[in-house]
C-alpha cells in the first residue's frame, strides 16, 4: 500500500526532451521541484496530463514569422499503464480517466511517482478522447475541462490507486483548484451527507496549500459562471454555489480560499501577490533548479573533482570559490562549444568561440521585453565595434493565439539582418529542455529584460548561474535576491519601468562594465563566472526550495 503523504498537482510537468507534458519555466520548475523530492526522499506523489499532441512545435520562416504543428510522441514509450479506470462528469456526460506512471529515481536511490492522467479510451466519445490531447490548447471550455480532470479526476485517481494516506494537496498553480470540491464532496460522503458545511470547508483547508507563480494577471483563469454550470454538472455547481456568491470562478481565488499555506515563488513575487490578493498570507519560497539536471557535462566533471557530493549537497558548491580560474574557464569553453555545435547543426550558422556570446530564452510575451535590446539598433552596433564583437543567440516560442508576442519574434529576427559585421544573431526553433540546457551552459552572459514587477522568478538565469554564466538582468524576480553588482552578476533598471532607461543602461552595462571586462581581463570575468555558481549555484537550488516547502509548508520534517 502506498504511504505518500503529500501530493503534487501541476497543469504541467517537465519531466524528459522527449515528452511534451510541458510548455516552459512551469512544467520545467516542476519536474526539477519532483527530482529534487526524490532526492530528498520525501514521501510525494506527482500529478498532471499527459498531452498526447504536446504543446506545440514552433517553426520560423525567414522573416520570423511563427507557425505551429502538433508535438506529438509516443505515451507507451518510458511510461506504465495503470490498471484503474475513474470517471468524471464533463457537461452532463461520464468521462473515463486512465493514468500512466513515471517514476523517479532520487541521487540515493528513493522515489517519486508521477501519474499522467489520459482520457483517450475507447469508452469516451471523440470531444472527451481529446480532452487530454493538448496543453493549453483550445477555449475556455476546453481548459475548464482539462481542470476538472485535473483537479477532481486527479483525488479519485490517487485514491483508486490506493493513495489513501495523503495529508497534503499542493497546488502548483490555480489549474487544479477544483480539487478542493472533491476533496469536500469525500469528506461530506464518508460522513453519509450530500451537503457541504463550513467543517468540510475547514478541513480541507488544513489538508491543502497553494504555490501562485505569476503576477500578471492573465496567468490566472477565471471562467463565466453560465460556462462553470454547464461543464461541472448540476451536482458540483451546486456545492459550488452554495460556498460563495460569485460573478467569475477564479481559481486562484479557490485556491487561495482553500489552502492553509500560500506562498509566492520569491520575496518580491510574495509581496506583489499581496498586493494583487488582498486578505490572504502569503509567504514566499524562493524557487531554484535542480543542479544535477542542469549542470553540463564539463561542469558537472569539475565539480566532481572540486566538490565531491555536491549533487547530494548543492550548498556545498560555495567551495567552488577556491577553484582555480583556468579550470572553469576550461570547463566552460566546452559547454560553449557544445552550443555552436548545436547551433550549426540547427541553423547552419558557425558561431566563433572566441566571441562574447548573449543568451535570451524565454517565452515570447510583451511583458517580457525580448526586443529590448534592439531599442536602438546603431548604437548595440557601435558598442560591438568599439568595445568587441557580440553575438546573441534567442528561441523562445509565442503561444498560438499571442500576436503580439509573434511580433516580437519578427523584430527581433529583423533586426539580426541589419546588424552589421561585428553582432551575430541566431534564433533558434524549439525551445525546451535539451536547448534550453545547451543555452544557460554554452552562452558567456544570460540577459532578462522583462517589464517589473512582472517576472515572478526567472529560473533560467539560475540554470545559468550554476554553469558559470552571470546575468544582465531587470532588478525583478530572483535577480532581486542573486545580484550583487560586478560579483555574481549586473542589474538592470530598478523596481519599476521605464523603457527608455532600461534600455540605455542595458548598453551602458555592456560597453563600460561587461565586453571590457571579458575582452581585456578574462581572470575578472572567470571571477564573476566562479561567484555566480558558489554564490548563486550554492542556493538557488529545488535542494534547498523543496527543503523550505517540507518544513513550511508540508509540515514534514524529513528534509529539515
Known amino acids: 500500500m502506498p504511504e505518500n503523504k503529500i501530493a503534487y498537482f501541476s497543469m504541467e510537468i517537465g519531466l524528459r526532451a522527449d515528452m511534451a507534458t510541458y510548455s516552459g519555466g512551469l512544467g520545467v520548475l516542476a519536474g526539477d521541484t519532483l527530482r529534487a523530492a526524490a532526492d530528498l526522499g520525501l514521501p510525494l506523489v506527482a500529478v498532471t496530463l499527459v498531452y498526447r499532441r504536446g504543446y506545440f512545435r514552433q517553426h520560423l520562416d525567414a522573416v520570423g514569422a511563427q ?24 457537461e452532463g456526460k461520464t468521462v473515463r ?11 540515493l536511490g528513493q522515489k517519486v511517482t508521477v501519474y499522467f492522467l489520459d482520457s483517450d479510451l475507447e469508452e469516451n466519445d471523440p470531444a472527451s478522447r481529446a480532452l487530454t490531447d493538448q496543453l493549453y490548447g483550445g477555449d475556455k471550455r476546453y481548459r475548464l475541462s482539462q481542470e476538472v480532470v485535473l483537479g477532481i479526476g486527479g483525488v479519485r485517481m490517487l485514491h483508486a490507486l490506493g493513495h489513501d494516506a495523503l495529508e497534503t494537496y499542493h497546488m502548483n498553480e490555480g489549474h487544479s483548484a477544483l480539487l478542493t ?7 461530506a460522503f464518508d460522513e453519509g451527507r450530500e451537503e457541504l458545511s ?55 481565488e479557490l485556491a487561495l480560499r482553500h489552502s492553509r499555506y500560500v506562498n509566492g515563488v520569491a520575496r518580491r513575487h510574495g509581496d506583489v501577490t499581496r498586493e494583487m490578493f488582498d486578505g490572504y498570507d502569503v509567504q514566499a519560497i524562493t524557487n531554484g533548479v535542480h543542479a ?18 555536491w549533487r547530494e549537497d548543492n550548498q556545498s558548491l560555495r567551495y567552488m570559490t577556491y577553484t582555480a580560474l583556468e579550470e572553469i574557464e576550461a570547463a566552460h569553453r566546452a559547454a560553449k562549444k557544445n552550443l555552436i555545435d548545436y547551433v550549426e547543426t540547427a541553423n547552419g550558422i558557425r558561431l566563433s568561440e572566441e566571441t562574447f ?81 545547451l543555452m544557460t551552459s554554452g552562452c ?35 535577480w532581486v535576491e542573486g545580484h550583487v553588482e560586478g560579483v555574481t552578476g549586473w542589474s538592470i533598471g530598478d523596481t519599476h519601468p521605464d523603457r527608455a532607461r532600461d534600455a540605455s543602461e542595458l548598453y551602458d552595462k555592456l560597453e563600460s562594465k561587461i565586453l571590457p571586462l571579458y575582452y581585456d581581463d578574462r581572470d575578472g570575468y572567470s571571477r564573476v563566472r566562479r561567484y555566480a555558481i558558489s554564490i548563486n549555484g550554492s542556493f538557488f537550488n529545488t535542494e534547498r526550495m523543496v527543503s523550505e516547502y517540507a518544513r513550511q509548508a508540508y509540515r514534514h520534517r524529513g528534509c529539515a
Open 67 to 90: 507557425t505551429e504543428s502538433p508535438d506529438s510522441w509516443n505515451v507507451a514509450d518510458g511510461l506504465r499503464e495503470m490498471d484503474p479506470r475513474v470517471d468524471v462528469e464533463i
Open 97 to 107: 480517466l486512465r493514468a500512466w506512471l513515471q517514476e523517479i529515481v532520487g541521487v
Open 181 to 187: 470540491l472533491e476533496l469536500m464532496r469525500r469528506a
Open 198 to 252: 463550513e467543517e468540510d470547508v475547514f478541513r480541507v483547508r488544513e489538508g491543502c496549500v497553494f504555490t501562485t507563480h505569476t503576477p500578471v494577471a492573465a496567468g490566472h483563469d477565471r471562467f463565466p459562471l453560465d460556462l462553470v454550470r454547464s461543464v461541472l454538472g448540476e451536482v458540483t455547481w451546486k456545492r459550488l454555489e452554495g460556498l460563495y456568491a460569485m460573478t467569475e470562478l477564479n481559481m486562484t
Open 292 to 309: 544535477a539536471t542542469w549542470t553540463s557535462a564539463p561542469l558537472s566533471e569539475l565539480f566532481d573533482r572540486y566538490v565531491p557530493g
Open 357 to 437: 556570446t548573449i543568451g535570451f530564452a524565454r517565452r515570447a510575451a510583451a511583458y517580457k521585453r525580448a526586443d529590448l535590446l534592439f531599442d536602438d539598433v546603431e548604437r548595440l552596433k557601435a558598442i560591438a565595434s568599439k568595445s568587441g564583437a557580440i553575438q546573441i543567440v534567442y528561441a523562445g516560442k509565442a503561444h498560438p493565439h499571442d500576436e503580439p508576442g509573434k511580433a516580437i519574434i519578427r523584430r527581433i529576427v529583423e533586426a539580426g539582418k541589419s546588424l552589421g559585421e561585428h553582432v551575430v544573431l541566431v534564433y533558434l526553433e524549439n525551445y525546451g529542455i535539451e536547448l534550453g540546457g
Open 444 to 478: 558567456d552572459l544570460w540577459l532578462n529584460t522583462p517589464e517589473p514587477p512582472k517576472e515572478a522568478s526567472g529560473t533560467s538565469g539560475m540554470k545559468a548561474a550554476l554553469n558559470g554564466v552571470p546575468s544582465l538582468s531587470i532588478l525583478d524576480g530572483w
